[in-house]
């Protein structure tokens, strides 16, 4: 049976018995198995996707949420705050709906995919939208938060991230061993923050051997840790990652490094591509943002870059139902035909 988070790793995250455990059991989401593009079978690659699409809000979100909010409930928050570009939002509307707290999201108004606020809007949080990108939603949450009586639930909350290693842990258990690379996408960099963090306490306590390096992925227009640079006005079809100054810039950095790993830009049409790939290939429905992970791979493989036998661990970091908008405008609807057999088995191409 599926346990809380919380429960299964209680002895490595900072919770005591006085901490209510507010949970939707989340983690536990399945390593699979990918077939692989040509391009990794012929190098004998072996790609795993650890599908967090599979959380209870459909993204990884729920990993630092399911800690973020019991640890503010033990501390009486009544209320959780955060920015975001939507997954972030859904994951704090559900738990702190959970909890029986109020929840406000501040979101930059028209780019946040439709599932994603249907799921906000539905668990009850108070939606506020501003005229302005996420990097501008943070900093308004961040002052509001140590202005008013409400606790900061996004990932510059260290309980995020505590919640969100916990992926490193499951992959090392499956797996039996730490992968020889781990490919993200990176938005406001928590994620590879966390990662890396989970990563380094195996090795730590010699629990793995060499930990993965670890590979971040950000869309070309929204590359700033890639170009160095906050970018003013990000832009990427994959929403989730439009972002031009991620909070845990350094952490990024201090996981690329000290991992021997890389954070590089891929295209709008790469992400594209591996997205179509992961829907019509290997069966895994992801959004948009999740795909950068195998869009950087692949580069990366096509480049001779992937040694040999490798074991390669992608993490998709959010279901594909959350940003129907994309697949509706990527993939073209066929007008309908006449309700008869012949008509059908035309349209069908099976005649
Ligand atoms: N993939 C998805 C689906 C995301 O929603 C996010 C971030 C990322 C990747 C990047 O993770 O920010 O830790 O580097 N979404 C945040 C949000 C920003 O508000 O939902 P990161």
Do not use: C
Request: hydrophobic share 45%; net charge neutral.
């Amino acid at each position: 049976m599926r346990r809380p988070l919380i429960e299964r790793y209680r002895h490595r995250l900072p919770v005591s018995e006085k901490t209510p455990v507010i949970t939707l059991l989340e983690g536990s989401t399945p390593l699979v198995p990918l077939k692989g593009p040509p391009e990794a079978r012929a190098r004998d690659v072996q790609l795993f996707a650890k599908y967090e699409g599979l959380n209870p809000t459909a993204s990884f979100k729920d990993r630092g949420m399911t800690l973020a909010v019991s640890k503010a409930l033990e501390e009486g928050a009544q209320a959780v705050a955060a920015a975001s570009t939507g997954n972030t939002s859904a994951s704090a509307a559900a738990y702190a709906a959970r909890a029986g707290i109020k929840a406000v999201v501040v979101l930059p108004a028209g780019y946040v995919a439709l599932g994603k606020l249907a799921q906000t809007l539905v668990h009850g949080a108070r939606i506020v939208q501003v005229e302005g990108n996420f990097d501008a939603a943070l900093a308004i949450v961040r002052e509001l938060t140590e202005r008013y009586p409400v606790a900061l639930v996004n990932s510059i909350n260290p309980y995020r991230i505590e919640g969100q290693k916990t992926i490193a842990f499951e992959v090392v258990e499956d797996l039996g061993g730490a992968p020889d690379f781990h490919a993200l996408p990176v938005g406001n960099a928590g994620n590879i923050t966390a990662h890396w963090k989970g990563y380094r306490e195996l090795a730590e306590a010699g629990a793995i051997g060499r930990p993965p390096r670890m590979l971040g992925f950000q869309a070309e227009g929204a590359a700033p840790i890639v170009k160095g640079a906050p970018v003013e006005k990000p832009e990427t079809v994959a929403t989730a990652i439009r972002i031009g100054n991620p909070a845990s810039w350094e952490g990024a950095i201090r996981a690329r490094d000290e991992s021997g790993g890389a954070i590089e830009a891929v295209t709008d049409e790469e992400i594209l591509s591996a997205w179509r790939y992961l829907a019509s290939e290997e069966g895994l429905f992801v959004e948009p943002a999740s795909a950068a992970s195998l869009a950087g791979v692949r580069r990366w493989l096509a480049a001779g870059r992937i040694p040999e036998g490798s074991r390669v661990v992608l993490t998709l970091t959010g279901h594909g139902l959350k940003d129907p908008g994309t697949a509706e405008r990527e993939v073209r609807l066929p007008p309908p035909v006449p309700a008869d057999v012949e008509a059908v088995a035309a349209a069908a191409g099976l005649l």
